[in-house]
């Protein structure tokens, strides 16, 4: 594996904001338009709001970074594939992984984490608390959790990526799709047993964050030792899919879907 010719397209990827200023702007509105509208509302009602806000609001974080990824993927085989880009981008050898970590630290991690800081900023108004709230208890923590969930942001956009070249889905359904990853990361493990916990890939990186918080669910001991090994298999993983799904894209090609 080439770091440095990886590390040359993170660096692209960076340039590459100034000509996507307004999909990014629409999409922090967007967020934040859903959370003070579906959100907001349920910590007024909350019995304990900081205790809600400390459960949800990481996991929220965490999904909007896998979620992220999904949306590169349709972007790559839908959206610039009809503007034969994507014929373009292959023929430069930039795959879906390579386009991937283009994408990385801007969609899959500025963008999430400045939705973040600015929706958990409205949700401390709203329950008339300090916007001190959301500093983290441990620093150390809420970065360990953030590394372990940019792995997501690759899973997410090489899985999506599979479905998408080995069936005519339409993107309708991904949107459907998506949904899965709300377990483990706004759904806490509360609500699954112990053992799906350990399943489930996104429960660890929100827990993560959310034992910055002090309100995770696994032993503290348990994600420091979880997280290396986390972070490593769903790199190899992701890395395999998506070097996989080339291969399927150079065989087959890219299914024609209607919408």
Known sequence: ????????????????????????????????????????????LSPNPIKTLYTYFPGILTFNIVSSGVWTSVDYFRFYYYQGLTDLFIECGVGILEYSIICILTDGLLIPLISFITIF????????????????????????????????????????????VLSPVEVAWISLFEFIFLIGTVIPPQFTSGTLSFIIPTTLAADLLRAAYSSNYLPIDLLYLLSPIYFITISTISILMGKYCDKVVKRRGIPIRRG
Do not use: D, E, Q
């Open 1 to 44: 594996m080439n770091i440095r010719k990886y590390l040359k397209f993170v660096y692209l990827g960076i340039r590459l904001v100034k000509f996507h200023k307004s999909s990014y702007i629409a999409y922090l509105v967007s967020t934040i338009l859903w959370i003070i509208i579906v959100v907001c509302p349920a910590l007024v």
């Open 121 to 164: 900023s409205i949700a401390t108004m709203y329950v008339k608390i300090s916007i001190m709230y959301i500093v983290p208890k441990s620093l150390t923590m809420f970065i360990i959790g953030l590394i372990c969930s940019l792995p997501l942001f690759l899973l997410g956009s090489t899985l999506t990526g599979i479905i998408l």
